[in-house]
């Protein structure tokens, strides 16, 4: 019987997360979702779906305690972790500027989740994830975090922090490539969540269709005629983005 490959999604409660998760199961994974809150209908016709592929993870990436404890039941679960996918992440205001009077409480809570959670689960599952047969940490970054291509005056707490999450991304590349590992950076697109307190039906993508344009790009980085070494931050469409 052929081993059963694993990944784990964070932020999967709804939208693009919850469509990764989908995606995966799909094509055969078996599937740690990550889950900030109690699990909803979808998460339960899932179950129906794939029983005994998808297991329901409570994880709060802001929290070192729940990360080792998903970390814990990862490890005793699966053994390995083929893909983790870093999707969670929070907004944070976007109308302020420099010029107002800006929250650094809640800077201080985007950057606890959008970077150093990210970095938290990647640092604690790094091991599992390079004892596995496919060696992929994807981290869902933006448009919003180039350099580049910046043109907004605010959106300070998502902006920095999704730039700080492409240079943690280049360091772990660094560092995991020369091992056999693989580090990816993916904007989703302007995508119809609920990130802004409500669902932002002006988004061009289903949470769907984001999910299985950057599926198809994982699809061709772990395939054996993949030729790149490098890392970049891509769009949905695989279209690079300047840092």
């Known amino acids: 019987m052929e081993q059963q490959h694993w990944a784990l999604v964070s932020g999967a409660d709804r939208g693009l997360g919850l469509a990764l998760v989908k995606g995966l199961l799909e094509r055969g994974y078996g599937v740690f979702a990550g889950l900030l809150q109690e699990k909803g209908g979808a998460h339960e016709e899932l179950e129906r779906a794939f029983a005994g592929r998808i297991r329901l993870l409570p994880l709060d990436i802001a929290s070192a305690a729940s990360v080792e404890q998903a970390y814990q039941r990862v490890r005793e679960e699966a053994g390995s972790l083929d893909m983790l996918i870093n999707n969670a992440a929070i907004l944070g205001n976007i109308t302020a500027t420099v010029e107002d ?10 950057f606890g989740v ?25 981290n869902i970054s933006s448009e919003a975090g180039s350099i580049g291509d910046c043109w907004r005056n605010a959106w300070y707490a998502y902006c920095m922090s999704k730039a700080a999450l492409n240079m943690q991304s280049k360091l772990m590349h660094n560092q995991l490539a020369p091992k056999g590992g693989r580090v990816m950076v993916v904007h989703p697109g302007h995508v119809q969540t609920y990130m802004q307190g409500k669902l932002d039906m002006a988004g061009k993508l289903t949470p769907d269709e984001s999910a299985g344009h950057i599926l198809g790009l994982v699809d061709k980085r772990l395939s054996p005629d993949y030729a790149g070494e490098n890392i970049g931050l891509v ?9």
């Open 235 to 243: 769009d949905y469409a695989g279209r690079e983005l300047p840092w």
């Open 101 to 110: 009077e800006l929250d650094f409480a809640e800077l201080e809570r985007v």
């Open 114 to 138: 959008n970077v150093l959670g990210s970095l938290r689960m990647s640092n604690r599952f790094v091991s599992l994830v390079m004892g596995s047969r496919d060696k992929l940490i994807l």
